[in-house]
């Protein structure tokens, strides 16, 4: 059950080291171009594993901001993964140990998460596993090639590789939309809060960070309410 279960995690995480690669290649540009070495750059991709955190952090690094700068950009940019983690912690399988918990936070991403929360019924955490057994050496590896390639690749090509993870992110969400009406309502109310406060003269200047935030609260509380998610006990005594 472990190694079949990690097996389909190693399957699944292909596609997302792919799309990691793609953007990770350009962020080990950036910090090479901008005064960093290739292994700080690497370095900071394996030990953090967020690309809007990763890019935002960068910038302050050049700009030689302070450490309280960095701690509070990174607490907004990324408070969204708690909320991943308790969601994902729920839907992991009873008996999973504290220990194993800790481990399968620690590679929690936007698609990680995706692919997890979309998998039937309970999540072994070797699924995890087998999903950051690939996508963490695809974005570290990203990083790598990206810092020694230097400047050697067009402004175009950097703008499109940037976008790729997007697109990966589309054919994770698209297929469960086409076959659950709950999900699609999510996905599309997450668009439409996102497109008011990207449009609205007073909501466009809250921070990306806490637009995620509260997009999610807002859109996942009220599909929860709409179509609540059945316990195992009272789909038992049904």
Request: charged share 10%; aromatic share 10%.
């Amino acid at each position: 059950m472990k190694r079949e279960s990690f097996r389909r995690g190693l399957k699944d995480g292909v596609p997302i080291a792919l799309g990691y690669f793609a953007v990770s290649f350009t962020f080990g540009m950036m910090a090479v171009s901008g005064g960093l070495s290739i292994w700080q750059a690497v370095l900071i991709s394996l030990t953090n594993l967020t690309s809007a955190g990763q890019f935002a952090g960068l910038d302050i690094i050049l700009a030689a901001g302070s450490y309280w700068e960095m701690a509070l950009t990174q607490l907004i940019i990324n408070l969204r993964y708690c909320l991943m983690s308790f969601s994902l912690s729920q839907k992991m399988e009873t008996k999973t140990s504290l220990l194993h918990r800790c481990l399968v936070s620690f590679g929690i991403t936007d698609e990680i998460f995706g692919v997890s929360a979309s998998q039937e019924g309970k999540v072994s955490p070797y699924y995890n596993y087998g999903a950051m057994c690939v996508a963490i050496p695809g974005w570290t590896l990203g990083t790598l090639a990206g810092a020694i390639s230097g400047n050697l690749l067009p402004e175009f090509m950097m703008s499109a590789l940037s976008v790729a993870i997007y697109g990966m992110f589309l054919a994770i969400i698209i297929p469960p939309a086409k076959t659950n009406r709950a999900v699609a309502g999510v996905v599309l109310g997450a668009m439409a809060v996102s497109s008011l406060f990207a449009a609205a003269p007073v909501l466009k200047n809250v921070s990306s960070g806490f637009v995620i935030i509260i997009t999610t609260l807002l859109v996942a509380g009220i599909a929860a309410y709409v179509c609540p998610v059945k316990e195992e006990k009272e789909e038992q005594h049904s």
